[in-house]
């Protein structure tokens, strides 16, 4: 009964350590991508993450307020 016991438990413990294993590899795999997708502001220089910025004319903006400023200064 006991070798039942500590076969069930072996048998737990590497299911756990295989799912965790498969998920630290998924976390790794969308952390670099996230890290590397910086755009820096056409206007203050601020480096944004690309789904934060906004693209206009090929430019990036880390907000409306430097997108507005860029289009001032098209203006003058
Ligand atoms: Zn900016």
């Known amino acids: 009964m006991l070798k039942i016991i500590l076969f069930a ?11 965790g294993k498969k ?3 998924k976390e790794d795999k969308n952390r670099p991508q996230e890290e590397e997708l910086m755009v ?3 206007v203050c ?12 004319d090929g ?4 907000s409306q307020n430097c997108m507005k400023a860029e ?3 098209h203006r003058t």
């Open 45 to 56: 220089k601020t480096f944004v993450a690309i789904s934060e910025a906004i693209k206009k």
């Open 59 to 62: 430019q990036y903006f880390c």
């Open 40 to 42: 820096e502001c056409a």
């Open 23 to 25: 998920r630290e590899k």
């Open 9 to 19: 438990i072996l048998i737990y413990i590497a299911y756990i350590l295989f799912f």
């Open 71 to 73: 289009d001032d200064n």
